[in-house]
């Protein structure tokens, strides 16, 4: 205890309590100045939208749901970062340990244990500073859920594994035909903290080394269909469950106002786009080359069924099909809504009293708009 008090590792306590006060100071920080700011976004777009919705910002981000993921993060940040700043002290006399050595327990491999030692921490190093990027920009969006320290401490655990791995694949031995890498193994190592989905991929594609990373995208409902979403939009919904189109469609509008950084004039053309593609499907492409990109441009089409004959002449698409879908969208109540939703966002100054801004007629409304526009 009296080596852990001397001066000399008073450095040593201050990168513990930076490394491991991270988490919980930036939740705090975010409860307490950021979610201002977000609830106001929020409300704006409501009062744009003219919807009144009993889901609140605090329903989501309130402070007792962050408690457990902080505090797992902070966990596994403030062990590692104690136990390698601490080594020299916490492994004295270590020779050999199975988590350490792995497949070489019990050949005394003190050099592979001092090798897998120098792997994790940077690893962990790599993974901290990832998710701490990561915690920011989040924050700075209005964006930092919960469960974004549930994954920065899963993805600091499945960082340290794969590099710890793969420091067993080149092993401590001199005279491996491994050295080359051996000597860059702590880049590795940070590099696989940063970016671990790289290395599972590539060890995933050595298997698969015969099939297209296209091939993935060939669902009719992916959300690579979707006009303006990438691979980093696609992630971050996935995390609150939306994997396709249909999900997309189907979502409720303020769980993605509250849930996601993305404003409203985003998301409604986002779910305008998964509508559409639920209802068109393999002519979804037809449909955009006739500049028909969501059900909204659909409504404002509103043409008799010779137009529509000539429409799907003109693209390819059959004239009956085109027609169900015709009558599908502009019948649909909630397609209605939504349609009045994003008027009031591209309008927000209108008069209240216009009539974009009452109750959706499916006949008359989407030609006055049409005019208006």
Same mark, same amino acid.
């Given at each position: 205890? =009296?080596?852990?008090?001397?001066?000399?590792?008073?450095?040593?306590?201050?990168?513990?309590?930076?490394?491991?006060?991270?988490?919980? &100071?930036?939740?705090?920080?975010?409860?307490?100045?950021?979610?201002?700011?977000?609830?106001?976004?929020?409300?704006?777009?409501?009062?744009?939208?003219?919807?009144?919705?009993?889901?609140?910002?605090?329903?989501?981000?309130?402070?007792?749901?962050?408690?457990?993921?902080?505090?797992? =993060?902070?966990?596994?940040?403030?062990?590692?970062?104690?136990?390698?700043?601490?080594?020299?002290?916490?492994?004295?006399?270590?020779?050999?340990?199975?988590?350490?050595?792995?497949?070489?327990?019990?050949?005394?491999?003190?050099? &592979?244990?001092?090798?897998?030692?120098?792997?994790?921490?940077?690893?962990?190093?790599?993974?901290?500073?990832?998710?701490?990027?990561?915690?920011?920009?989040?924050?700075? %969006?209005?964006?930092?859920?919960?469960?974004?320290?549930?994954?920065?401490?899963?993805?600091?655990?499945? %960082?340290?594994?794969?590099?710890?791995?793969?420091?067993?694949?080149?092993? %401590?031995?001199?005279?491996?035909?491994?050295?080359?890498?051996?000597?860059? &193994?702590?880049?590795?190592?940070?590099?696989?903290?940063?970016?671990?989905?790289?290395?599972?991929?590539?060890?995933?594609?050595?298997?698969?080394?015969?099939?297209?990373?296209?091939?993935?995208?060939?669902?009719?409902?992916?959300?690579?269909?979707?006009?303006?979403?990438?691979?980093?939009?696609?992630?971050?919904?996935?995390?609150?469950?939306?994997?396709?189109?249909?999900?997309?469609?189907?979502?409720?509008?303020?769980?993605?106002?509250?849930?996601?950084?993305?404003?409203?004039?985003?998301?409604?053309?986002?779910?305008?786009?998964?509508?559409?593609?639920?209802? =068109?499907?393999?002519?979804?492409?037809?449909?955009?080359?006739?500049?028909?990109?969501?059900?909204?441009?659909?409504?404002?089409?509103?043409?008799?069924?010779?137009?529509?004959?000539?429409?799907?002449?003109?693209?390819?698409?059959?004239?009956?099909?085109?027609?169900?879908?015709?009558?599908?969208?502009?019948?649909?109540?909630?397609?209605?809504?939504?349609?009045?939703?994003?008027?009031?966002?591209?309008?927000?100054?209108?008069?209240?009293?216009?009539?974009?801004?009452?109750?959706?007629?499916?006949?008359?409304?989407?030609?006055?708009?049409?005019?208006?526009?």
């Amino acid at each position: 205890m =009296a080596e852990l008090l001397e001066f000399s590792n008073i450095g040593k306590f201050i990168v513990i309590i930076i490394i491991g006060g991270f988490m919980p &100071l930036s939740a705090f920080s975010f409860l307490t100045i950021t979610l201002k700011k977000k609830k106001k976004e929020y409300e704006k777009a409501l009062s744009e939208m003219s919807i009144s919705s009993s889901r609140r910002v605090e329903d989501t981000y309130s402070a007792g749901k962050f408690f457990l993921p902080v505090a797992f =993060a902070t966990l596994i940040c403030g062990t590692a970062i104690t136990y390698f700043v601490f080594t020299d002290l916490l492994t004295e006399g270590l020779e050999d340990s199975l988590f350490l050595t792995g497949a070489f327990y019990g050949q005394n491999k003190t050099g &592979l244990v001092n090798q897998s030692l120098a792997v994790l921490s940077m690893a962990f190093m790599g993974g901290f500073l990832w998710s701490a990027q990561n915690i920011i920009r989040r924050m700075v %969006a209005y964006d930092l859920s919960p469960s974004v320290y549930y994954s920065a401490g899963i993805r600091i655990i499945l %960082a340290s594994v794969i590099a710890l791995v793969l420091s067993f694949v080149i092993g %401590a031995d001199s005279n491996t035909n491994f050295l080359s890498f051996q000597s860059s &193994l702590g880049a590795i190592s940070f590099l696989t903290g940063m970016f671990p989905e790289r290395v599972l991929n590539y060890i995933i594609n050595l298997y698969k080394r015969f099939v297209s990373p296209d091939d993935l995208n060939e669902n009719v409902l992916s959300l690579y269909k979707i006009e303006g979403i990438s691979l980093a939009h696609r992630e971050r919904l996935a995390e609150i469950g939306i994997d396709n189109a249909q999900n997309l469609a189907t979502v409720s509008l303020t769980k993605l106002l509250v849930e996601t950084p993305y404003g409203a004039r985003q998301i409604l053309d986002w779910i305008g786009q998964a509508k559409l593609l639920c209802y =068109a499907k393999e002519n979804i492409v037809a449909l955009r080359q006739a500049g028909i990109r969501s059900v909204f441009d659909l409504v404002k089409v509103h043409q008799s069924r010779e137009g529509l004959r000539e429409i799907s002449e003109a693209v390819g698409i059959n004239s009956p099909l085109l027609q169900v879908i015709h009558d599908q969208v502009v019948n649909d109540k909630g397609i209605q809504s939504l349609y009045r939703f994003q008027f009031g966002v591209n309008s927000p100054n209108e008069d209240e009293n216009s009539p974009e801004k009452g109750t959706i007629d499916a006949e008359n409304l989407p030609i006055e708009v049409s005019m208006n526009n």
